[in-house]
C-alpha cells in the first residue's frame, strides 16, 4: 500500500529507466483545479500514476477503450518513476493543480487527506458514476478513511515468502500454511548448513512484514493517530536480526546492496525474501532458479496478520469534473477488457469481472493468483491497519535505519532510538 524500497517494490521494480519520453504519453494540462473543457462538450482530465514504460502502453490501451465508450472524454496522461512521482504530485498538490485522477496507496490516504487534496468519492457512488458491486474479499473498503471514500482499488497483492525452490529442495524444507517463526529459523539454519547460501536477504527492515508479526500478537504498526508498538517491541525485533545477521541466517548486507537492483535471492545470495505476491515475476526475470511463493509464519500456528493489499484510483478534491472522474475510475476497474490488457501489472484484479476476463496462462502468474485464493480459502485475511498521516515517512526511515544498523552504523539501541525520534516528527504533521 508507498514510501521506500519495500514498499514499492509492488511498482518500483518495473520503474528502472523509466522516462517521460514514451510515444503517446502527452504532456500534463496546466488548467487551474484540473481538466479542461470544450465548446462541442468534450472535457479532457489528467491522469497520473507512477510506473515504468511497459505500464505505460498498458494503460493507454485501456484509456483507449475508454475514450471509445466514452467520445466525450478525453484523458492526457502523466507518469514517472514512483519517487519522481510523489515529488512533481507534491508540487502540483501544493499549487492547487493536482492531476483529476492518479494513481495512490494506502500510506498517502490520510496524508492528503488532511492537505484537503482528496475528493470523497461517496457522492458519485450514490448518483451512480461509480460502482462499488463486485469488488474481491472486501477490496471495495480499502480507500474508505473516516467515512470517506478517497480512493478505489485496481488490483490487489499480499506478503509472502518468495523461496528459491531448488535451495529449499536441497535443504529439505516444505514450508506449509500455519509454519511457526521457530519453523522458519529452523528452516534458515538448514538451508544455511545444507546449501552454504543464506536462508533470508535482510526481513528485519520491511515494515509490511514487521506489521504482519505485531498484528500475529495483538498489536500493529501503525493505529489511527500513530505507532502500534513500543521501544521494547522494536528492539526485540532488531536484536534477533542482528544475532541472524551474525550467525549466516541473514545475508551479508554489503554484498545485498552492491547487487541491486538485483534481489538478493536472483543473486544467490539468500535462499528467500518476504515480499509482495506479484512480485514473483521479477525473480524469473532476473534469476536463473525457479521461483514460488510460500506462507508468511505465524506466531500461533494459525493467525498470520495478512491482508490484501492494493494500489488505488484516486480524484482530486480540486478536479472541474468529479462525474467523468468517477466514470473513468468505475471503467478501469470493472471493464473486463481493461483486464485482459493490465495483466497482473497492478496486482490481482481487484473485482471479480475483472479476475474472471483474465486467466493467466504462464506458470508465475498462475501461482500468484493460486496463493491470494489459497488465503481466502484458509480464512487468515484480516482488515489493513490504518496508516496515520506521515505514515511514508516512518516506512521510509524505518528501511534505511535498518540497513544502516545492518551496516555496522547504528547499534540495535541507536537505531531504535533514531527511528522513534523521527517517526515523532512525522506523526506530529
Known amino acids: 500500500m508507498q514510501q521506500n524500497r519495500n514498499v514499492e517494490r509492488r511498482t518500483i521494480l518495473k520503474a528502472a529507466g523509466a522516462s517521460l519520453a514514451v510515444a503517446g504519453l502527452g504532456a500534463t494540462a496546466t488548467a487551474c483545479g484540473g481538466g479542461t473543457g470544450a465548446g462541442d462538450g468534450t ?192 528492539t526485540q525485533w532488531w536484536t534477533k536480526a542482528e544475532k541472524s545477521l551474525k550467525s549466516g541466517l541473514v545475508a551479508d548486507p554489503k554484498k545485498v546492496v552492491q547487487v541491486k537492483p538485483k534481489s538478493a535471492v536472483a543473486a544467490e545470495l539468500a535462499g528467500s525474501e518476504f515480499t509482495w505476491d506479484n512480485f514473483t515475476v521479477r525473480y524469473t526475470s532476473e534469476g536463473k532458479s525457479e521461483y514460488g511463493l510460500a506462507p508468511i509464519p505465524t506466531t500461533d500456528g494459525k493467525k498470520t496478520g495478512q491482508y490484501l493489499g492494493s494500489l488505488m484510483l484516486s480524484g482530486s478534491k480540486r478536479t472541474q469534473h468529479p462525474k467523468e472522474v468517477a466514470q473513468f475510475i468505475d471503467f478501469m476497474v470493472h471493464d473486463p477488457e481493461v483486464a485482459k490488457i493490465m495483466g497482473y501489472d497492478r496486482g490481482v484484479p481487484a473485482t471479480q469481472a475483472q479476475y474472471d476476463a483474465y486467466q493467466p496462462t504462464d506458470p508465475v502468474n498462475k501461482a500468484i493468483a493460486a496463493y491470494e485464493e489459497s488465503l481466502v480459502k484458509a480464512g487468515v485475511l484480516q482488515p489493513i491497519t490504518p496508516h496515520p498521516n506521515g505514515a511514508d515517512i516512518c516506512e521510509a526511515a524505518f528501511l534505511r535505519i535498518a540497513e544502516e544498523m545492518a551496516l555496522g552504523k547504528r547499534s540495535v539501541d541507536d537505531a531504535v532510538e533514531q527511528f522513534f525520534n523521527e517517526s515523532k516528527t512525522a506523526l506530529a504533521g
Open 43 to 234: 472535457v479532457t482530465i489528467r491522469y497520473s500514476w507512477w510506473g515504468a514504460e511497459d505500464r505505460a502502453e498498458r494503460i493507454n490501451k485501456s484509456i483507449a477503450l475508454f475514450e471509445k465508450k466514452y467520445p466525450k472524454i478525453k484523458v492526457k496522461t502523466d507518469f514517472q518513476q514512483y519517487t519522481d512521482f510523489w515529488k512533481k504530485f507534491n508540487t502540483q498538490a501544493s499549487g492547487g493543480n493536482p492531476p483529476d485522477v492518479f494513481q495512490n496507496a494506502i500510506g498517502f490516504l490520510r496524508k492528503y487527506d488532511a492537505k484537503n487534496v482528496l475528493l470523497d468519492l461517496s457522492d458519485q457512488v450514490e448518483a451512480g458514476n461509480l460502482s462499488l458491486a463486485g469488488f474481491r474479499a472486501g477490496l471495495e473498503k480499502f480507500g474508505e478513511i473516516d467515512g470517506k471514500l478517497l480512493g478505489v482499488p485496481v488490483g490487489s497483492n499480499s506478503m509472502a515468502l518468495v523461496i528459491d525452490k531448488h535451495v529449499y529442495t536441497r535443504a529439505g524444507v516444505t514450508p506449509e500454511q500455519g509454519w511457526t517463526w521457530d519453523d522458519f529459523d529452523e528452516a534458515m539454519k538448514k538451508i544455511r548448513d545444507r546449501t552454504g547460501r543464506a536462508g533470508d536477504s535482510g526481513m528485519y527492515g520491511v515494515m509490511y512484514l514487521y506489521d504482519l508479526y505485531l498484528r500475529q500478537n495483538g498489536k500493529a504498526f501503525f493505529t489511527k493517530d500513530g505507532l502500534g508498538f513500543t521501544e521494547a517491541d522494536l
